[in-house]
């Protein structure tokens, strides 16, 4: 919330350098080393999937190895890689388009564009998504090349769990996800939205996280509660390494400042509110092909996406 007006009170040129500040003030990669209640941590490898040069693939992961049985998974990042272990991405020509992240009963869990934004649920309270026996993953992987030499790849998953029985988890609380998609709109040149359908929340609960997920020409993603703005998540271009294309890869632009550059970061939003039975959520992704290029493939501008995960601690869940 702090983090939202603190960004929609300055002016342009000073928003654009309180970004930066926001980012690195906002941001724990769960490289990170203090996971909050001494939480484990364990990286599991699901593939390989073979990505053809140039092109799309979808794959599916059904029964992958879960992090933990009986627990609470309180963090998750993923992450693309080559069999040899080194990270493949936009500058190698390997996209994590985006990934749908599923757990047995728990349904969806988690997702993930290829700025491959970081979760952690419990630095702001005793929350994590609780697992009940061993539930295997699943997932829906979808991948683009822009290189020129077909690839096998990793999908790489990092968690941070507490088992149920560990004394740190006393106290921990079950929390759910609401999800939120505009669909995959066509991309278009200009200055637009797109807006979800307003959706009541079933109880009262606290907003313990939430984050935006665009395409290349996204500028920010909203979140609302009964029309006003809880949460805003802006994207950051080639902050990181690898976020740049490689040079004669073709999507050098002048509009993003500097040559090639696509969403390496999407901010986040912890701790930013409550919600009471009957209030209604809806999400809007911003666009402005002015300030920065669609994302191409194969000369053409790739669909646009617009989602956010809402995750929310209900009152009286355990
Ligand atoms: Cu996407």
Redesign the pocket.
């Known amino acids: 919330m702090v983090r939202f007006l603190l960004v929609s009170n300055l002016s342009h040129s000073s928003m654009l350098l309180r970004k930066v500040n926001v980012f690195a003030r906002g941001y724990k990669r769960l490289i990170s080393p203090r996971a909050p209640d001494g939480a484990k941590r364990v990286k599991i490898s699901y593939g390989p999937y073979l990505l053809p040069a140039g092109g799309m693939t979808t794959r599916l992961l059904r029964g992958g190895k879960a992090p933990c049985s009986n627990c609470y998974i309180t963090g998750m990042e993923a992450g693309l890689e080559y069999q040899d272990g080194s990270i493949a991405n936009i500058d190698t020509g390997s996209w994590l ?2 990934m749908v992240m599923t757990q047995g009963t728990n349904g969806v869990v988690f997702a993930s ?1 290829n700025e491959r934004t970081p979760m952690r649920l419990n630095d702001v309270g005793k929350y994590g998504i609780r697992t009940m026996g061993n539930q295997p993953i699943g997932a829906m992987i ?1 991948l683009m090349s822009e290189g020129t030499q077909t690839r096998n790849v990793m999908l790489t998953m990092e968690f941070e769990y507490l088992d149920n029985a560990a004394a740190q988890a006393l106290g921990y609380k079950n929390i759910d996800m609401k999800w939120q998609d505009v669909g995959t709109p066509p991309a278009r040149e200009g200055v637009y939205s797109f807006k979800t359908r307003p959706s009541p929340v079933l109880r009262s609960g606290k907003l313990i996280f939430a984050d935006g ?1 665009e ?1 290349d020409a996204g500028t920010h993603m909203n979140v609302y509660v009964n029309n006003k703005v809880v949460c805003k998540s802006t994207m950051l271009y080639g902050r990181r390494p690898g976020y740049t294309s490689a040079m004669g890869a073709g999507h050098a632009d002048k509009r993003d400042g500097a040559m090639g550059m696509h969403i390496s970061d999407a901010s986040v939003c912890k701790d930013f509110g409550t919600v009471k039975t009957g209030d209604r959520i809806h999400v809007e992704a911003f666009y402005d092909t002015n300030a920065y290029p669609l994302m191409m493939h194969k000369g053409k501008p790739e669909a646009l ?1 617009g ?1 956010s995960r809402i995750y929310i601690a209900y009152d009286g869940m355990m």
């Open positions: 388009h985006h564009g979808e997920h395409h996406m989602i």
